[in-house]
């Protein structure tokens, strides 16, 4: 009974695909005949040479059963998705057989071995045993590795018909694959098997190993067919592109797809133009890499207008105006990487907009990133979602996974994991500027925090003959950086920004802020050491002159210099944080209370020195007017260059600032300034 209800289960695949009504006739009625038989073979392959694991699921109806296909590689599934429907249809993996819904009928197929895909070989294959007892490995790879094993007696018109179909596939954009088929000896199947598992359980070097055997099968494959998949674009990617290109990051493309498609790809993604000039280097040989190199490089001489031809020639005058995509493929690169040809390869890589390298190894991606990351000072990110990402994930300055339909491991292997590739531009130009602009202030902050207390110590101690005593209370000193100006510091780092989301996300040009470290650079650091000096100067002197001939107590005067270096300082916080909301209106007020109340506290213990000091001394106009005259003093300097340098010279920050502020009044004037910029940095894009 329960048998039979088991046989009359359907099995639909999740996801339907539209067929060839001609082509599903042949597979169904042209048993026997030669198209038709090899079509069959086709489909089976596409059913059979993967590692994907149906998974099945119940629906309302009992007899009807789901199929999920799951597994690492989306060309697998979208491959047995289209096997499913002309009538082939995986429905069941083990470790050892598959079984297969071959038009109704449930064949069962013993998997006898499996070499996996990897990124070097770019094939996989699977040896089959039929329920006939033949044996037949199949193959699919990339049609440069396919092509390299394919028999060949193999009829020449077959090879012709399919590279030009792959041809076509691949300048539409399609991710192609060929796939292949060979029968196996009963002696063949016998040596491979014995050197199969001998790799299989070797204790040392089982990878290569494996492979050896794999490329031993390998061979003399005769082509069943070949497929196209459209890889779409994920949303968003031209603009995210686009934006990234403005704000002066330099886009290069790495795959491991086809030069036509990944050309195809770049043109989609707004990563290529129609008016730039390409460079392709398709070399098979070193000294043919030299020569690509050497015209190569004549090229982005004569567009930088370097050599002498440029000038006269009219071809010079027009490339002038186009810009240069490198376009490589891994061959190539073979030569080039790790050998006295890569200063070359750097040389116009550096002086292309794009660069765009095809087919290229894992290895090889990372090495790329490695060439730019030791020529230059630049930072390099890279981002990707696949296996073959994570090598150049580690590699780069910044590892970004997408986590997608290819597995975890690229995620696993980055520093940030984000959803989809348009993620990256709020990720860099929002929360990588507002962290930059954060941490650079903060550091030149802190720096200047604790420098001013340290000089009005030192200044003490000139007064007293080096004698190391100083009249700020030890409590103080230490409750300084601990309550005194601990939170505003804390609360500022995490929450301040200086632009909202929108104008930047609107102007990339502004992530050329970091690009240039305009928040963060030498003259920046010696400019807050010498306002950190004038204020301490400030800060000790007011009160040594108001006090001189009077007969209050050092502890007194070191009560009045605590207080005015945390008012001054949580004021010149104050004055340099772009938003003010409830939270530091408490922390910066609230610190300044804070030390109020400790002072008194520490004043108020007759253990301490300076007991019941800042009693007497709050109660005299002398206090209140030394620290007026101390913040006035001490800020005029600050105050002023702030004042005129956002009057006069301001930068893209502050005139985007006033724009999100006064509405769109300056409008023109901020995307003016914005490319102006760009444009004179372009030297200094980051890759
Ligand atoms: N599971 C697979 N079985 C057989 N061949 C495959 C498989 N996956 C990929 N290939 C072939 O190997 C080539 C290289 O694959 P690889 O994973 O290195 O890069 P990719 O997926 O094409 O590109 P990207 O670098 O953009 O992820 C592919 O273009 C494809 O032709
Ligand atoms: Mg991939």
């Known amino acids: 009974m329960d048998r039979e209800r088991v046989d009359e289960q359907i099995w639909r695949p999740k996801m339907t695909v539209k067929t060839d009504p001609e082509l599903l006739k042949l597979l169904r009625t042209g048993e026997g005949t030669e198209e038709g038989d090899k079509a069959r073979e086709f489909f089976l392959a596409l059913a059979t040479c993967n ?30 998705y289209a096997a499913a429907a002309y009538g082939f249809m995986l429905i069941e993996r083990t470790s050892g057989h598959i079984v297969v819904d071959v038009f109704g009928q449930k064949q069962r197929f013993d998997i006898l071995g499996l070499h996996e895909f990897d990124s070097d070989r770019k094939r996989m294959s699977v040896i089959v045993g039929f329920p006939d007892k033949t ?34 596939f691949s300048t539409l954009g399609l991710r192609t694959l060929v796939i292949g088929m060979r029968e196996m000896s009963n002696i063949e199947f016998e040596e491979w098997h014995s050197s199969y598992e001998k790799a299989n359980t070797a204790l040392f070097g089982r990878g290569s190993l494996l492979k050896a055997v794999a490329m031993n099968i390998e061979n003399n494959i005769s082509i069943l067919g070949a497929s196209g998949i459209e890889d779409k674009l994920q949303q968003g990617v031209p603009e995210a592109i686009e934006s990234l290109r403005k704000a002066g990051i330099k886009v290069w493309l790495l795959t491991g797809d086809k030069q036509e498609t990944a050309i195809s790809i770049g043109f989609s993604s707004n990563l290529l133009t129609g008016e730039m000039t390409q460079i392709i280097i398709n070399s098979h040989s070193k000294e043919s890499c030299k ?87 630049d930072m390099t990110l890279a981002i990707g979602d696949g296996a073959n ?130 928040r963060y650079n030498l003259k920046l650091f010696i400019l807050t050491m010498m306002d950190s000096v004038w204020q301490s100067l400030a800060i000790f002197f007011i009160p040594y002159l108001a006090y001189r001939y009077s007969t209050v107590d050092g502890s007194s005067i070191g009560d009045l210099w605590t207080l005015a270096v945390v008012i001054m300082v949580n004021l010149h916080l104050g004055m340099d944080i ?76 502050q005139i985007a600032r006033e724009l999100e502020k006064f509405g769109n009044i300056n409008e023109s004037l901020v995307s003016e300034v914005a490319t102006r910029t760009l444009s004179i940095h372009q030297q200094q894009n980051r890759t």
């Open 291 to 377: 020569k690509s190199l050497a015209d190569a490089l004549a090229i982005t001489k004569l567009v930088a207008g370097k050599s002498p031809a440029a000038e006269n020639s009219i071809a010079g005058a027009d490339a002038v105006k186009s810009p240069l995509a490198l376009i490589i493929d891994g061959t190539s690169l073979v030569y080039i990487l790790e050998t006295e040809l890569e200063e070359e390869l750097f040389e116009v890589a550096t002086s292309c907009s794009v660069v765009l390298c095809c087919r290229v190894a894992p290895l090889q991606k990372a090495g790329i990133v490695v060439l730019i990351k030791s020529r230059t000072d």
């Open 135 to 168: 044996v037949k490995v199949f193959v699919k790879g990339a049609d440069s590795s396919m092509f390299g094993v394919a028999d060949k007696m193999l009829n020449v018109d077959i090879v012709q018909s399919t590279k030009s179909h792959l041809h076509t």
């Open 578 to 653: 772009f938003r003010w909301n409830w939270i530091v209106h408490a922390a910066i007020w609230g610190c300044i209370v804070a030390t109020v109340i400790c002072l008194i506290i520490i004043d108020a213990l007759p253990i301490l020195p300076g007991f019941w000091a800042i009693f007497h001394v709050m109660g005299t106009w002398v206090f209140w007017f030394c620290l007026f005259a101390i913040l006035i003093a001490g800020m005029i300097p600050r105050f002023a260059t702030k004042a005129l340098t956002e009057f006069f010279i301001p930068n893209d920050i």
């Open 389 to 518: 990402d994570v090598s150049m994930i580690q590699k780069a300055n910044v590892g970004i996974g997408i986590s997608g339909r290819e597995g975890r491991q690229a995620v696993m292997a980055s520093d940030f994991a984000i959803g989809q590739f348009r993620f990256l531009v709020p990720l860099l130009l929002v929360h990588g500027h507002w962290n930059y602009q954060r941490m650079a202030y903060m550091i030149l902050y802190n720096f200047y925090r604790n420098s001013i207390m340290v000089f009005v110590l030192f200044w003490y101690v000139l007064y007293t003959a080096f004698s190391l005593t100083t009249a700020i209370s030890e409590w103080s000193s230490v409750l300084y950086s601990v309550i005194y100006t601990a939170l505003p510091t804390i609360v500022v780092g995490i929450l301040d920004k200086d632009l909202n989301r929108k104008t930047l996300l609107k102007y990339p040009q502004l992530y050329g802020s970091g690009q240039r470290e305009e």
């Open 51 to 80: 590692t994907i694991v149906p998974i099945l699921s119940e629906t309302e109806d009992t007899t009807v059963r789901l199929i999920d296909y799951q597994g690492e590689s989306p060309d697998e599934q979208a491959l047995l």
